[in-house]
């Protein structure tokens, strides 16, 4: 069967400045922690050995371009671009930027540009990072700066991706600095990151600028194991935490009430302020990224829940193996296609309809080499995985599902934070010794079915 897609779809890939770029002024809380424990990291491998796209993005360039991608996305540094977050802006920043920029509409591919991906500067970081309001405020004029220095060519803005990463890494689940383990900071992280994508869209709609602004989301539809009462009531309160915590502030402009009622029971409300709803209804958004990688299965607690453990999601859901499941167990995540198309239809009937991408989706795989045939990797599992979620992206779109565009994650290998090289997602290959880049099979593939705008299957 042939797949064809709309005109002007969008197909291309997407990375992060952090995971890509290399060598840089400002200090993020990557290169802090690393210094603190390496150990940390896979094989010890930190944030100063990326795919070094600050000296090769000309050559990279064309190679997007030899995948036939028709847009891009990637992120700007904060910290590259204001190294201690607040003060002077750095002109090497700029023109770096600026040039990126230009080359890629130059070479016909839209760049879309995320102004957060996980790399808070470490400055920021030092004075409490999104715990403190006055960080929300230094992000808001770097947004601002961003916008005047780029907004002429940048149309497709994005304010964070994967917002609710930082919260779990870094304050639930002690896989990103600063290593918290506390609801309730977990939550003021949450809402102040709420308010500072807020900002940032006051600040684009009020500069006039001719493009749109959006934010990217991981989306894990979740799953009830069974539709006892029990069951699903799990599977929703796992929803209203790592769903529509954002979700619903950046398309309905406020929180959902079961989510407040339910934190504020626990004592577990971060500090608002009376004139903060007013902001959070001004951050509804024209474009929403979904990333989507995997789903969340959940069932009802086995067990009572330790009333000393610390305040956790958990205290509501045990997450659920659904026997016979598809497994990439490389990253341990489920692969489940139709999740794709459950989070599109979702949107459909419960939030308007609205403009949205999937921004990422991908297969990260180890030790990869081990396929190469005649000088190539041949990943055709990596070509199954993406037929597999165009397909019901397809059925999405067939159905009347506003899907724009499918971008993957991602073009080159690239470090992954603590995974650092351990899983390759690139449609091309890095070599890390030489830094040479091969074209995959997966690159090849995507680059014709971009070419047709349609795949068969
Ligand atoms: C997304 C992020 O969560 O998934 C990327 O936006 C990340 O930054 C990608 O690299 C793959 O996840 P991981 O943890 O395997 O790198």
Known sequence: MKYSFPEHFWWGS?????????????????????????NRFHNGVGPQHTSTFYQHWKTDIQLLKQLNHNSFRTSISWA??????IGEVNPQAVDFYNQVIDELIEQGITPFITLFHFDMPMAMQEIGGWENRDVVEAYARYAQIC??????????????????????????YDFHYPNVVDFRRAATVAYNTVLAHALAVRAYRAGHYAGEIGIVLNLTPSYPRSQNPADVKAAHIADLMFNRSFLDPVLRGEYPADLVTLLKSYEQLPACKPEDSALIAEGKIDLLGINYYQPRRVKCRDSAVNPQAPFMPEWFFDNYEMPGRKMNPYRGWEIYEPGIYDILVNLRDNYGNPRCFISENGMGVENEQRFIENGQINDQYRIDFISGHLTWLHKGISEGCNCLGYHMWTFIDNWSWCNAYKNRYGFIQLDLDTQQRTIKKSGEWFAATSLNNSFDK
Do not use: M
Request: hydrophobic letters at 35%; aromatic letters at 18%; zero cysteines.
């Open 80 to 85: 590259r671009l204001i190294p201690d977050g």
């Open 147 to 172: 916008f005047e220095l780029f907004g002429d060519r940048v149309l497709h803005w994005f304010t964070f991706n994967e917002p609710i990463v930082p919260v779990e890494g870094g304050y639930l």
């Open 14 to 38: 997407a990375s992060s400045a952090l995971q890509t770029e290399g060598t840089r002024e400002g200090q993020t809380t990557w290169d802090y922690w690393f210094t603190r424990e390496p």
